[in-house]
């Protein structure tokens, strides 16, 4: 008799348990976490171990940065600050939220590769005569620092030498690897978790 | 019975070698008090405060010019600047530039190395603080770190090596290159400071990295020194205004700035300075550090520009001459043993 009424009671408790497991709507931070065992760091995203332009990943760094125009980026920070990668925000995440910054973050994102050559340096220059370049950083600042050094950039004062300086470094990548372009690698962020 | 009243004779020879030079020191010992000397950049000279035979205060300058107590702090406005607050005279405009109090005080600073602390024997242990941990005031860390053929950490409330962590920075300083064991490990283990560097480190190549912890994750960057260059002692400075990561001095004992962000070495233009058995010290402001080597014949001072470290000026302060009772002591006793110095913290029996 006991046993009985034990059962019935027993799938009563349980019931519920099961159904909060699977009915639950999935946000994007678990969709992250549940991929934890392939989560790769920021320093193997920049050297492309296991992983090539185009594709989805996930990756984990320390955010040093948000862009304060907007929030559409931040940086994340692998094993010391020359291992950066900018990650933008996507039309899905919109913007990043401010309570990134110094925390880990969690990406689920696409691999993108930015090529720096001479139309788009010649571009670029276009934009600083007619004075319609972007503004990043606080004013008074060259474009955002943070951006700088994810490229590994010297300091500069001004836009041209930016400019002056990316063009040295192709006419060095063009001598030493017959290739007239930088590549440059950021993450466009599909879903975002701050861990 | 022979052999007894030899080593009788050669003990007391032994006490009274070290007896009656502590004895003569003992009475003619002299307190040196050295001026206190900071560079001008209102007057692009040195100016300094003294007493006089009668034990007055004189505020001076290698010109012979006394200045009162408000034109002194008019002089030295960047370290007197809260006697200038009360004097209403902030914000202060120096070189086409507004600055505020706040301004002043966060480029101040005051570095020290002495001897002792140089030549001081340290148990190879160090507390690992949290650099960005989020809050204001750091916290100490439950573990110590050591770094022989690897680096291990151990929790020093259960005494147990803590493997997952050491697994995971290990396995960052052997993907990093670096060549077990350290040679040099240089850092602030406190927490009051206003924030956290982690510690400077050199490897087995000689080779200089940058050692913290950002978020319970090891952050371990190598840093380009200049080529033929050997760092021999290193130094964290935390200071306040965050321009510089660290000191260090090389082979010749030149000095180095090591500039934060950038980690870029900078020379600094002053004459060798001996760490092991000179003092250092180096007050520092927006503008121009002073700095003063102190050495056997007395204090040698320097100041170079804040900001490209080139020299601006330098004045050596000798110390005074030696009272009477003093010059005698000296003369009559050449051979003194002694157990303590000034230079370390060790006992053990030195003749001079």
């Known amino acids: 008799m006991k046993i009985r009424s034990f059962i019935p009671m027993l799938l009563l408790a349980i019931t519920p348990a099961f159904v909060a497991c699977t009915s639950s709507p999935k946000s994007n931070a678990d969709t992250v976490q549940e991929n934890t065992s392939s989560v790769l760091s920021v320093d193997d995203v920049l050297a492309q171990n296991q992983v090539a332009p185009g594709d989805v990943v996930i990756l984990e760094g320390v955010c040093t940065h948000i862009c304060k125009h907007g929030g559409r980026k931040i940086f994340l920070m692998g094993s010391d600050d020359t291992q950066t990668i900018r990650i933008e925000a996507s039309t899905e995440v919109g913007k990043f939220s401010q309570s990134t910054i110094n925390n880990i973050v969690r990406v689920e994102g696409k691999l993108v590769e930015e090529r720096i050559d001479e139309a788009y340096l010649t571009a670029w220059e276009e934009r600083v005569r007619q004075q319609t370049e972007e503004k990043h950083g606080s004013a008074g600042e060259n474009g955002c620092s943070s951006e700088q050094k994810a490229r590994g950039e010297q300091k500069t004062n001004t836009p041209q030498q930016r400019i002056e300086n990316f063009r040295n470094r192709i006419a060095q990548r063009e001598k030493k690897e017959g290739k007239n372009y930088l590549s440059f690698y950021h993450i466009e962020a599909i879903s975002y978790d701050i861990q | ?352």
């Not at chain 2, 050495?295 to 030696?322: N, Q, R």
Request: aromatic share 12%; hydrophobic share 35%.
């Open chain 2, 1 to 352: 019975m022979r052999t007894n009243k030899i080593l009788l004779y050669t003990l007391a020879a032994i006490l009274l070698l070290w007896i009656i030079p502590w004895i003569g020191d003992f009475f003619t010992s002299q307190a040196i008090k050295m001026p206190f000397t900071l560079y001008s950049s209102e007057t692009g000279d040195f100016c300094y405060n003294t007493v006089d035979e009668k034990g007055k205060m004189i505020r001076t300058d290698r010109q012979g010019n006394i200045y009162t107590q408000t034109e002194f702090d008019s002089l030295l406005p960047y370290f007197y600047y809260r006697d200038l607050v009360s004097q209403g005279k902030f914000p202060l405009v120096k070189k086409g530039m507004e600055l505020s109090v706040r301004e002043v005080q966060s480029d101040n600073f005051v570095f020290r190395s002495t001897p002792s602390g140089i030549n001081k024997k340290m148990i190879p242990l160090y507390p690992l603080l949290e650099s960005m941990s989020g809050r204001a005031d750091l916290e100490t860390p439950g573990d110590v770190f050591r770094i022989a053929d690897r680096i291990e950490f151990t929790d020093i409330t259960k005494n147990e090596i803590d493997t997952e962590k050491s697994v995971l920075f290990n396995q960052l300083f052997e993907k990093k290159g670096f060549a077990f064991p350290a040679q040099v490990i240089a850092g602030n283990p406190t927490t009051r400071k206003e924030y956290d560097e982690g510690y400077l480190i050199t490897d087995q190549k000689e080779r200089l990295f940058h050692f913290k912890q950002v978020k319970g994750k090891p952050y371990l960057r190598e840093i380009e020194i200049p080529a033929n260059v050997r760092i021999t002692h290193l130094f964290v400075t935390e200071f306040k205004n965050r321009k510089t990561l660290g000191f260090y001095t090389d082979q010749n004992d030149n000095l180095y700035a090591l500039m934060n962000k950038s980690y870029d070495s900078r020379k600094i233009e002053i004459p060798p300075v001996d760490l092991r058995n000179e003092s250092l010290t180096i007050i520092g402001n927006i503008f121009d550090w002073t700095i003063k080597i102190t050495k056997e014949d007395g204090d040698h001072i320097h100041a170079v520009d804040g900001e490209s470290f080139s020299a601006l000026g330098t004045i050596m302060h000798p110390y005074p001459e030696p009272t009477t009772g003093r010059y005698w002591v000296d003369k009559l006793i050449p051979l003194k043993l002694h157990f303590l110095s000034g230079k370390d913290s060790r006992v053990f029996p030195r003749i001079n």
